[in-house]
């Protein structure tokens, strides 16, 4: 397997660190687990409480994240509400979403082919968008890209923030052992986690591992994030799923490049 022995840096938190924790043994590879992320419900949770009192009034329910499908379902059924009503479909960002939804019994009528904002709205195209009602459960911190382009097509769009990005505690061993050791590749799936990752080892430390480490991200927003800081993204799969980072992870370390680090 090309990750024997290989140590992957895990950013993401709570479940979604475990399943991507599982993929990597299953390859072979070493997870080094350091959260830099901790998901936690909307301070104010009353427009989210409100959207879905109201939820037969829209045509489609928008979910561009796995935490958001989580946290909006988790909340929809503590109003009595286990599935969509009828008449309202549900689209998806990519199949990660897809499952999540379907776990919790919101059916999903619609799947982005390309697992981007920007796909999701390529996707409703099909179905009309002028004169629809959308609703986009979301992280308070949340990218517009979706409301700009559905409001471009004559569409309206109800944002509620359904969860929010929080800093989880600095496990100091794992941080002490990751700038003696840098990981062989550090993984980031959103800006906040890679943002994150500096505010809890500090600017010099962090930066120090990453010089010594191939950075492999998902998604162009993610990316950006890294350019910001200087550094360059080795790694970015295709299509946006942990299967398919870790496709592109081992592509990578097959050819034996040498390490990244800040662009010059």
């Known amino acids: ?6 140590t992957i840096l895990v950013t993401r938190g709570e479940e979604q660190g475990e399943i991507f924790s599982a993929l990597i043994r299953e390859r072979g590879g070493v997870p080094v687990l350091f959260p830099t992320i901790r998901l936690v419900p909307p301070e104010d949770p009353g427009p989210l409480d409100g959207a879905i009192a109201r939820l037969s009034s829209f045509d489609w329910i928008l979910f561009a994240s ?6 909006f379902c988790e909340r929809a059924a503590r109003a009595g509400i286990t599935a969509p009503p009828e008449g309202v479909r549900v689209a998806s960002v990519g199949p990660g979403t897809g499952r999540e939804l379907a776990r919790r019994g919101f059916p999903v009528h619609l799947t982005a082919e390309k697992h981007t904002a ?3 709205v390529d996707a409703l195209r099909r179905f009309g968008i002028a004169g629809r009602r959308f609703l986009l459960p979301r992280a308070l911190e949340g990218r517009e890209a979706i409301q700009e382009e559905i409001a471009r097509e004559g569409g309206s769009v109800e944002t509620v923030a359904a969860y929010r990005n929080g800093l989880p505690e600095r496990d100091e061993r794992a941080a002490r052992n990751i700038v003696a050791t840098p990981p062989d590749v550090c993984t980031f799936a959103s800006p906040s986690a890679f943002r994150n990752f500096f505010r809890l080892l500090g600017e010099g430390p962090a930066a120090e591992v990453l010089s010594r480490s191939l950075i492999a991200v998902i998604g162009e927003v993610t990316a950006r994030a890294v350019s910001e800081k200087n550094f360059a993204v080795d790694i970015m799969p295709e299509k946006y799923t942990l299967e398919r980072m870790l496709d592109a992870i081992e592509a990578r370390l097959s050819a034996e490049p040498s390490h990244g680090g800040p662009t010059t």
């Open 1 to 6: 397997m090309t990750l024997a022995g290989r």
């Open 66 to 71: 796995a935490n958001a499908a989580r946290f």
């Open 118 to 120: 920007e796909g999701l």
